[in-house]
């Protein structure tokens, strides 16, 4: 299956500070990756959808100004957590998009994560 | 942004049991597909359904697309100790780019 790998699996940070997270796609490319965060106890929530070459989209509610998204390549998106807060405080996961054959079948496999914690 | 409802929302099972968790939306997808995830771990993929009233196994784990397209249930036969995790839906719209909307997500604990 398709290999995506995230880095780092777990950042301690001082409040003010900026913490760039890493996200590769192995062996396949990728034209879209996600960002998602998840707080304890409770469900995947979308950030933003991150296409090579192009701008990121955010979902409502997401300040991309704090929350910035590169995605420079095929096989890489970087998430950079910009003068980070406590409440910024979470588990950020991102996927990647692979396509299947069918652009409907795409499927998205995800990272294994990143716990932020700012201190 | 909008979830899913799923349920129950965690449910705790004697090993060798069957599990039954469903996941329902006020709106209709075109693919539904569910997902495993261990703490400390992104989710993994189990099963994806692309039709409806599609029925596609994985071992022993057996997911339906619903015909209304609003909803998706997957059974686990057979539970045993490493089943033990968060197990989410997510739906994807038409023309929405591979974006997935999550299901609140099922916990399962298996007794020995």
């Known amino acids: 299956g398709a290999v995506v790998s995230q880095h780092p699996s777990w950042v301690i940070c001082k409040s003010g500070t900026s913490v760039k997270i890493e996200c590769r796609s192995l062996?396949?490319?990728?034209?879209?990756m996600f960002w998602y965060r998840q707080f304890p106890k409770q469900s995947l929530m979308l950030m933003a959808t991150?296409?090579?070459?192009?701008?990121?989209?955010?979902e409502q509610g997401v300040e991309k100004d704090k929350f910035l998204i590169n995605h420079a390549s095929l096989t890489l998106s970087t998430l950079t957590v910009t003068s980070a807060h406590p409440e910024d405080s979470s588990f950020y996961i991102c996927?990647?998009?692979?396509?299947?054959?069918?652009?409907?079948?795409?499927?998205?496999?995800f990272g294994a994560g990143t716990r932020l914690s700012v201190l | 942004g909008q979830q899913l409802n799923q349920s129950p929302q965690s449910m705790f099972i004697q090993e060798g049991e069957d599990v039954s968790m469903n996941c329902t939306s006020s709106s209709i997808f075109n693919t539904w597909l569910w997902y495993k995830q261990d703490p400390g771990e992104g989710p993994v993929l189990l099963i994806a359904l692309y039709k409806a009233g599609e029925l596609t196994s994985n071992g022993r784990l057996t997911a339906q697309f619903g015909i209304t397209r609003k909803d998706s249930f997957l059974n686990i036969s057979a539970s045993i100790p490493s089943d033990v995790g968060i197990y989410f839906c997510?739906?994807?719209?038409?023309?929405?780019?591979?974006?997935?909307?999550f299901g609140t997500g099922t916990r399962l604990q298996v007794t020995l």
């Open positions: 996927s990647a998009s692979a396509f299947q054959g069918n652009v409907a079948k795409n499927i998205q496999y």
């Open positions: 062996d396949f490319q990728a034209t879209t």
């Open positions: 991150s296409n090579e070459g192009s701008k990121a989209t955010y």
């Open positions: 997510a739906g994807r719209y038409t023309g929405t780019a591979s974006k997935l909307t």
